[in-house]
Each structure stands twice: as C-alpha cells, then as structure tokens.
C-alpha cells in the first residue's frame, strides 16, 4: 500500500512539474508584409523546444488583448514597453516575446525579445536575417537556442542595465537607429556584464526616477516602469547623420554619482553595416582597458602583428639558359610556370625569414650545329631561405628579400632527340635568389605581387652532351595570412 502511495504521489508531482512551466504571450512582430508577422508568431508559437520550457497562450486572446489595447502601434517593435506590459498584464503572462521585420534590400532583419513581465527585463534576445518566409523554418532551432540558453542563465550577479529609447538628431533614419539599438541590447545581454531593462523615458527622466527611489525607497510610487526592479545603469544612445556617415554613439552612465563608465562610437552606412557596428560597439563597452588594447592589436592593425604568415602563390617564370658543352648551341628561352608554399616568420619588427616549397618544370629546347634538336625535360621542388625586411604602412605591405636556395630532383630528367626518349638521374642545382613584394591588405590577409631573379651556380647533369645552368626571372601573385598574435603569445 505505501510503495501505492509514493508511486502515485511520484506521478503527481511529475504532472505537477509539466503543468508548472510559465505561460509565454508570442505578440506578432512589427513590420513585414500583409501578416507576415503573425505568420511568423505562428512558427514560433509552434517551435517544439519552444514549447518544453513555455506554455503559449493561444494567438486568439493575444489578438483579443491587442484590440482592447488601443495604444498599440504594430509599427513600434520593441520601444514600446509600456504597451508590451500593458498586453502582457490583460493575457496574465509571465513572459511576452515582441519583435520587428525591417528590410534590408531584397533580404528582411528579424529581431525578437523576450520581456519578463514581473520586472520587465529584457531576458533573451535575438536576430536572423532571410529572404523569405520559409527560410525561418530553418533558422528556428537556431534561435530558439540562443533564447533558451539564454533563459536559462543567472544573471542574478550582472549589473543592471536601463536601456532608454535613441536620441535622434542631425536627420538620422528614426527606424534604422530603432533597430541598432535593439541589437546593440541583445549583444549587451549575451556579453555576460549586464541585465537590461528597456525603458519608454529619457536619460533624464530615468535619473529623475533613479533619485526619487534612493530618496524615499519606501513609497510605492518611487518606481514607474520596471516594478521594482530600478538599475542604476543606464545606456544613452545617440544617432545622428554628417554628410554620407552615420553615427551611432553609445554611453552607460552611473546614476549614483553620474559619471560615464564607458562610451564609444560607431559609424554604419545602413542596417547591414551597423550589424557588425553593434556586435563590436558591444563588445567596446564591456571589455577592459587591456582587452580592448590586445583586441585591436588582434583587430584592424592585426594582420601586421603576427609571427608566422603562411600563403600560396602562382606564377609564369621565363627561362635563359648557360650551356657548357663542346658543341655550338642554340637555346630557346621557354616560359616556366611554378606554384609556391610559402611561411613567414617576423622575428623583428622589420625584419623576417621565410622559406618556401617551389615546384617548377624546365623544358630546354637547344639545336646543334649539326641541325639535330634536343629536348630536356625536368621537374625539382626548390626550396629558398630568404632574409627579409618588411614594412606595413597602414594597409600595405613592402617588402626585399635575398637569399640561396637548393632543389631536389622529382623524378629522372627526359632527354629526347631524334624522336627518341631518355631517362637520365641528374643533381638539382644549388643558387641565389633575390627580389622584393608589394601588397595590399584584402578581406582577412594580404594579397600581393612578387617578383624575383635566381640563378644556378652549378650545372643539371642528363650526360656530357648536356650541362646547363638558369637564369630565371619570375613574376607571381600570391596571399598570405597571419597567426599567433605577439601581443597574446607575450601574455
């Protein structure tokens, strides 16, 4: 009977848990064509791992709630807290997730939050861009995973955050900076520094707030927006336009004393640009003195402060050719093609070694006195080490380089004359090379041009009949790309 009773009791308390998960309000998101967001709304309320963590309410007393709530601009995206709350409030919910579509081109941004209504928190966000509707099918599980873990995190020891609408000036596009500033949120939230609060008030009106609550913290009307929760941070964005570049400057300010805490700038030509803006003006904002100076050193600059740059590069290499033998000969100059690996290491600031596996074919075309022709055919690996000193001038790259260098036979040498061919072992001669290369910085490394002379000092041996020497001038495009940063390898 008692092993009746806690199986049941087990059973119970396993029903319990299912039905204790919190109840979550999908608005349709703002923006978008026709009902472009209550479709997506609609994905979204249906998501399965959406759903093992939330109980949705259904999109009919949403739509209910929406049409008593006349305040409700389907054009406001997530600035509109207080009208987010007041929804929430009708529908008992405990969470509300609010979102925007915004286009951009032929594509559409869409970002999605979620608010948590006893505190109105902004507790997960995030954003995908797609080009039609049934691209979101393929995007949920990835957003639905960045909102869960998101969901699932202690911020109980982050900072609070009061994030308050942009301040536009100098004709700067009102929904563009809208839509920045609720990405800049979502990578403040994932920064791991701040809880944030978005707020329908002014800087000014916050610090009002702020300092009637630490007056008299007893009386219930100290905190308006926010329900208790009152952050002593806040995140004051200003956008503005000159001529064709757009600014967006963002500052957190302490209320306690009010001094800025940080503040940076950033520049965006349009929502595409200021994508990547906010994910670097976020990260500006959270990061220390010295991760901010290693990262920059990691940054724009950072391709001129690595140690080791590997690259390939392709190129044509005319031929001349020294022949000792007995006979009068008469040698073709043949167009050679070769392709290079190459590694860098920056040993001082202007000064470097590399070394390269160079892989060529020689074909000498030499005719006798006698009338009769020969061919010979041969292929080596060359292998150079060359001293260098470089300079990176801001996005270029110079650099001259001398040095020897050895090859090894791939394979016998081929000798043909008179329609008939031979095999001959022969030794890969020994020489010096030297040139210079110029290029410019292109996308994550350095795309440049090299030209270079080498020449033989000791002959390829096929027999006594043929003994020649190179002379070889070589023009080649190449790129390379820089590891291991010596602000990092030095910590």
Do not use: C
Request: cysteine-free; charged content about 20%; proline content about 4%.
């Amino acid at each position: 009977m008692r092993k009746v009773a806690i199986l049941t009791l087990l059973v119970l308390m396993a029903a319990g848990s299912a039905f204790a998960r919190d109840n979550l309000a999908i608005l349709p998101f703002s923006g978008g064509q026709r009902d472009e967001g209550e479709a997506i709304a609609e994905l979204f309320s249906f998501d399965p791992r959406l759903n093992e963590f939330f109980t949705p309410i259904p999109r009919t007393s949403i739509t209910s709630a929406m049409d008593r709530e006349h305040g409700f601009q389907m054009q406001s995206g997530l600035t509109d807290v207080d009208t987010i709350a007041a929804i929430g409030q009708q529908l008992g919910a405990q969470y509300v997730m609010a979102g925007s579509i915004t286009a951009l081109g032929r594509r559409k941004l869409l970002v999605i939050s979620i608010m948590k209504m006893d505190t109105l928190q902004q507790i997960a966000g995030d954003y995908q861009v797609y080009t039609r509707i049934e691209d979101i099918r393929r995007k949920l599980p990835q957003m639905m995973g960045q909102v869960i873990a998101a969901v699932q995190n202690n911020t109980d020891s982050f900072d609070k955050l009061a994030v308050v609408p942009v301040a536009l000036q100098a004709g700067a596009d009102e929904q563009v900076a809208d839509t920045l500033a609720q990405l800049l949120a979502i990578h403040l939230l994932r920064s791991g520094s701040y809880t944030v609060y978005p707020r329908t008030k002014s800087l000014e009106q916050v610090q009002d707030e702020y300092d009637n609550q630490y007056k008299q913290a007893a009386e219930k009307n100290a905190v308006d927006v926010g329900h208790g929760e009152n952050p002593h941070l806040v995140l004051s964005v200003r956008a503005r336009t000159l001529g064709t570049v757009n600014m967006f400057n963002a500052a957190i300010i302490d209320l306690v004393d009010g001094t800025q805490i940080a503040g940076r700038s950033a520049e965006y030509s349009g929502i595409e640009d200021g994508m990547r803006a906010m994910e670097q003006l976020a990260l500006d904002l959270t990061s220390s003195d010295e991760e901010k100076k290693l990262r920059e050193a990691q940054g724009a600059g950072g391709w001129k402060n690595k140690w080791l740059y590997p690259g390939i590069r392709l190129g044509v290499s005319p031929h001349w050719y020294q022949v000792n033998t007995s006979s009068d000969l008469e040698v073709d100059v043949y167009p050679a093609f070769e392709a290079a690996l190459s590694a860098e290491v920056q040993i001082l600031k202007l000064f470097a070694m590399q070394t390269e596996l160079i892989f060529s074919g020689d074909t000498v075309n030499a005719t006798g006195d006698n009338g009769i022709g020969v061919t010979i055919t041969s292929y080596t690996l060359t292998v150079p080490v060359l001293a260098k000193l470089t300079w990176r001038p801001h996005r270029f790259y110079a650099a001259a380089f001398a040095g020897p260098y050895f090859a090894i036979p791939l394979g016998p040498m081929e000798v043909k004359r008179n329609s008939q061919t031979e095999t001959y072992d022969f030794t890969a001669p020994i020489g010096i090379t030297g040139g210079a290369n110029a290029g410019i910085k292109l996308g994550p490394g350095l795309l440049f041009l090299d030209f270079r002379y080498s020449g033989d000092f000791t002959y390829f041996w096929a027999n006594d009949s043929a003994q020649f020497r190179r002379n070889m001038f070589t023009v080649s495009l190449g790129y390379n790309y820089g590891f291991i940063n010596k602000a990092a390898s030095r910590r």
